[in-house]
């Protein structure tokens, strides 16, 4: 992409309005655009980053035998009567009537929906387990949306939903969940702690919330420090492999981690006091085993190998992607800007042309931006006519991971400077040696 060409609609002035270093810095890089109180435009920038982000859930939840599908945003108010919902769901439902006056509303989550949809076609144990998931845009009437898409009123979901003939069964469908987040949090860069959290009003006993560490978390967290330490399980894992699954459940749980409304005391003060850590963080994600809850009531049922009916036992599995990548700038900026982890950047390469106009300093840039997009890249070519400092800020504001700067100085040597955004440092290469040491 040549930025000539490009949306970037970057704000040099700090925006008063936004409270959080990610609020701040999403506003300032052309990543969003407030549109109501809690309703964001995602402008080109921020969508290549939620793309990104998206793409890594997908991975992992196919990666884990989940299979996407994609549910409507308005839904029938009839469904959640169904359920007992639709009334205790408060103010926080955003209640629509169509031209007929029924009543409609935009989707806060899907159990409901997901439940009908399998009530009527699955009716036999033989079609169990089952794990459909979304991508999909939420609404919720949020007392108080703020920091921009970390608490806003519409936000995008991924949510999955896991159907099993029993409840051991449902908890092997639970711990491949578990452990997918694992992998996904850590493929964008992030230490997200499971920690045993409160189900509210999805309801079910069983449920972790994953948090990660951040001083402007709105959450209570307490939790282990060697958490801080943990590999994450590896891509080759077998995730049908339902003891090995339990056994990565078992020693991810084996260590004190809870939210404020399931903290104990006592448990707490028994990790050695260095260990301890009491913080805040932001929830990125919450999983749920419910049982029946929602089967029940819906009288979605199998035919069991025994020949009788069962209730089917239920989870979801639910990953904030809009709220992620707010997260992931709380966890990783410094005073220049966003400093992306590689794999969510928008861009994985920026070309800086230090002197637009001048013919050598054109072609090389020209044929390094030629090259690097050949090989599968993506990249920022800035081609305009500010002048350098103004296109380093730029490059750095917006977090781009590798910068090639490319100016007549350093192009009469045959060389471009080459510089990482995460620790500064610089290279002077060939440009056929810059290529391959961005392969490596
Ligand atoms: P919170 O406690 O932060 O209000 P929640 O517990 O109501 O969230 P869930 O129902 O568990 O949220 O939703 C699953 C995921 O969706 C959350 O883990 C979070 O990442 C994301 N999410 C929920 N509410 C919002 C919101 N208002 N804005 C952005 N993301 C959200
Ligand atoms: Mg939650």
């Known amino acids: 992409m040549r930025l000539s060409r490009y949306f970037l609609p970057i704000l040099r002035e700090v925006p008063k309005e936004a409270e959080i270093v990610s609020h701040r810095l999403?506003?300032?890089?052309?990543?969003?655009?407030?549109?109501?109180?809690?309703?964001?435009?995602?402008?080109?920038?921020?969508?290549?980053v939620l793309n990104k982000v998206c793409n890594i859930i997908r991975e992992e939840q196919n990666r884990a035998g989940a299979i996407e599908m994609l549910m409507p945003t308005i839904q029938s108010?009839?469904?959640?009567?169904?359920?007992g919902r639709y009334d205790?769901?408060?103010?926080?439902?955003?209640?629509?009537?169509?031209?007929?006056?029924?009543?409609?509303?935009?989707?806060?989550?899907?159990?409901?929906?997901?439940?009908?949809?399998?009530?009527?076609?699955?009716?036999?144990?033989?079609?169990?387990?089952?794990?459909?998931?979304?991508?999909?845009?939420?609404?919720?009437?949020e007392v108080r949306p703020r920091f921009g898409v970390y608490r806003s009123r519409e936000f995008l979901?991924?949510?999955?939903?896991?159907?099993?003939?029993?409840?051991?069964?449902?908890?092997?469908?639970?711990?491949?969940?578990?452990?997918?987040?694992?992998?996904?949090?850590?493929?964008?860069?992030?230490?997200?702690?499971?920690?045993?959290?409160?189900?509210?009003?999805?309801?079910?006993?069983?449920?972790?919330?994953?948090?990660?560490?951040a001083s402007t978390g709105e959450s209570e967290v307490f939790c282990h420090g060697d958490y801080l330490?943990?590999?994450?399980?590896?891509?080759?894992?077998?995730?049908d492999d339902k003891a090995g699954l339990q056994g990565l459940f078992d020693q991810w749980t084996s260590l004190y981690a809870a939210t404020s409304e399931k903290h104990d005391e006592a448990a707490f003060a028994a990790i050695p006091e260095a260990r301890r850590m009491a913080a805040r963080g932001i929830e990125v994600g919450h999983i749920f085993y419910f049982g029946t809850k929602y089967s029940e009531p819906f009288g979605a049922k199998v035919l069991g190998p025994d020949g009788k009916e069962h209730v089917i036992h239920m989870g979801s599995y639910g990953i904030g992607p809009s709220r992620l990548v707010a997260a992931m700038i709380e966890a990783s900026h410094d005073e220049a800007g966003i400093v992306w982890p590689d794999a969510v950047a928008p861009f994985d390469v920026g070309i800086l042309n230090l002197k637009t106009g001048d013919s050598a300093t054109d072609a090389a840039c020209g044929e390094l931006y030629a090259t690097l997009t050949g090989l599968g890249y993506d990249v920022l070519y800035d081609d305009t006519e500010e002048r350098a400092g103004a296109k380093f800020a730029t490059?750095?504001?917006?977090?781009?991971?590798?910068?090639?700067?490319?100016?007549?100085?350093?192009?009469?040597?045959?060389?471009?400077e080459l510089k990482r955004r995460a620790d500064g440092s610089?290279?002077?290469?060939?440009?056929?040696?810059?290529?391959?040491?961005?392969?490596?």
């Open 26 to 48: 999403m506003l300032r890089a052309g990543m969003i655009r407030q549109e109501a109180a809690g309703i964001y435009a995602w402008l080109p920038l921020g969508h290549r």
């Open 77 to 83: 108010a009839d469904l959640w009567r169904e359920s």
């Open 88 to 141: 205790d769901y408060g103010k926080e439902m955003l209640r629509i009537k169509d031209r007929h006056e029924r009543d409609m509303l935009f989707g806060p989550t899907n159990e409901e929906m997901i439940t009908e949809i399998v009530r009527a076609y699955v009716k036999s144990y033989k079609a169990l387990p089952l794990n459909l998931y979304h991508i999909q845009w939420k609404f919720r009437d």
């Open 157 to 213: 979901m991924k949510d999955a939903y896991s159907f099993d003939l029993d409840q051991a069964g449902a908890r092997h469908s639970y711990n491949k969940m578990f452990v997918a987040y694992l992998r996904t949090f850590a493929r964008m860069g992030l230490k997200a702690i499971p920690m045993v959290a409160d189900t509210g009003p999805i309801g079910g006993n069983l449920s972790h919330e994953f948090i990660i560490l």
């Open 229 to 239: 330490d943990m590999a994450p399980p590896p891509a080759s894992l077998d995730f």
């Open 395 to 416: 490059a750095d504001l917006i977090g781009l991971p590798w910068q090639v700067l490319v100016g007549p100085k350093s192009l009469a040597e045959g060389k471009v």
């Open 426 to 440: 610089r290279e002077l290469l060939s440009p056929a040696d810059l290529v391959e040491r961005l392969k490596a």
